[in-house]
């Protein structure tokens, strides 16, 4: 009973020891921290390092090899007093703010975290980062005036932890957050910035006053042409619409008064068609009545005329074609008497032809005067001679040629 109770102490003591052993061996690492186990080589690239870092979990340590060490990754808080740090400009400024830094969790910027401030307490890593801060502060402030640092604190706080964060890398800290809480001047200058600010904000509201009063007359104005231009447009359309019935009007009126003068014209033309066939009928009448009243009488009287005429003339011409046959046969006689045959016609109808020539001028002027000698009147010449002067008598008182009429009656052949 006794060795029993021996033993199991004995194995109740080694279960507890080795508890104990084991959980010294454990080693849990938290959310905010980190387990540097020095001790142990290993490689990490071209680099030989001789500790290895967890960050959250838990692993094992070699027990009298490795050693441990805690390296707490929470927020640092800095506040940022920066006096006389002088802006772009020379104008000194002093700029307040609070900044959260952290060891970075990345492994490869932990490990410069780890070669500086492992062991070391949290005030001294306060103390770098505000100081690298503050120099990266005074270089962002060189290169901004004091209107650009006042006016625009985001961007200025932008600027200085895109400056601030590649040194913050290289100690192994990463910057969160960083805000500018205040930025003032021992000079006064800023306090002028803002009275020139707010006379620019009071000029401006009253150009925007005065802005806004023109606007809201020219708008006052365009709504008065507008009214006047619709009433201007209603006239017009009104104006319009009385052009357009009057027009109406004028066509409709047009049309009735064409188709008026259509119809009369039409009228006209029938009655004139209708009086041009009584007219036609009635120059037929009256040319039925001029052939019967005068065509038909002057044509019988015509008739009757040429009747007479013609009976008139019948003796001459039976008279003419018996003297045209007597001259043939007196012309075939004279042929056949020789030359002498005209001289024996004169002298036989001497007598007649100049008592025919006397009774035919003696009621007529003078024209032309014959002396004959008194020797041919008494009978002193030859028959010849007198039958000679007796021709030529004829030949100037009738204006006949009887040579030649001779000779057409000599050379003439008689009909058969």
């Not at 080795?18 to 905010?32: E, M, V």
């Not at 036989?348 to 024209?367: K, N």
Request: glycine letters at 6%; charged letters at 25%.
């Amino acid at each position: 009973m006794t060795t029993t109770l021996i033993i199991a102490g004995v194995l109740i003591t080694a279960a507890i020891t080795g508890a104990l052993i084991i959980r010294k061996l454990i080693l849990i690492c938290q959310p905010n921290e980190a387990l540097v186990i020095s001790g142990t080589r290993r490689r990490r690239g071209n680099r030989v390092l001789g500790y290895r870092v967890i960050a959250g979990g838990r692993t094992l340590r070699i027990p009298l090899i490795e050693k441990v060490d805690r390296l707490d990754l929470s927020n640092l808080t800095i506040d940022i007093h920066l006096r006389g740090a002088y802006s772009r400009g020379g104008i000194p400024l002093n700029v307040e703010g609070v900044a959260n830094v952290k060891i970075a969790s990345d492994e490869t910027v932990m490990a410069n975290a780890i070669e500086r401030f492992l062991g070391q307490p949290r005030s001294v890593i306060v103390g770098v980062a505000k100081e690298v801060l503050e120099g990266n502060l005074r270089g962002v402030l060189a290169t901004l005036t004091p209107e650009e640092v006042n006016n625009d604190r985001v961007k200025f706080a932008a600027h200085l932890l895109q400056e601030a964060e590649g040194d913050l890398k290289r100690i192994g800290l990463s910057l969160d957050t960083l805000k500018i809480q205040n930025v003032g001047d021992d000079r006064g200058y800023l306090d002028s910035i803002g009275r020139k600010q707010s006379a620019d904000v009071v000029m401006s509201s009253r150009i925007a006053e005065a802005d806004n009063l023109a606007i809201s007359k020219e708008r006052e104005a365009t709504n008065y042409e507008e009214k006047e231009m619709a009433k201007m447009d209603a006239w017009l359309q009104t104006q319009r619409a009385d052009i357009e019935r009057r027009c109406v009007e004028a066509d409709a009126r047009e049309k009735a008064l064409v188709a008026e003068a259509q119809s009369t014209v039409e009228a006209n033309l029938a009655k004139a068609t209708a009086e041009l066939e009584v007219q036609k009928a009635r120059v037929d009448q009256v040319k039925l009545r001029l052939m019967a009243d005068r065509v038909r009488p002057a044509e019988a009287a015509r008739d009757r005329r040429l009747a007479e005429a013609r009976a008139e003339v019948a003796p001459i011409v039976r008279n003419g074609e018996a003297t045209a046959h007597a001259l043939l046969e007196m012309g075939s006689a004279w042929k056949a008497a020789g030359p002498d045959a005209s001289r024996v016609f004169v002298a036989q109808h001497l007598e007649q032809l100049i008592g025919s020539l006397v009774d035919r001028v003696a009621d007529r002027p003078v024209t032309k005067l014959t002396l004959v000698d008194p020797a041919l009147a008494t009978g002193g010449s030859t028959l010849a001679t007198q039958a000679k002067v007796a021709g030529e008598l004829i030949e100037h008182t009738m204006d006949m040629d009887l040579s030649a009429l001779g000779s057409a009656f000599g050379t003439k052949q008689p009909a058969s």
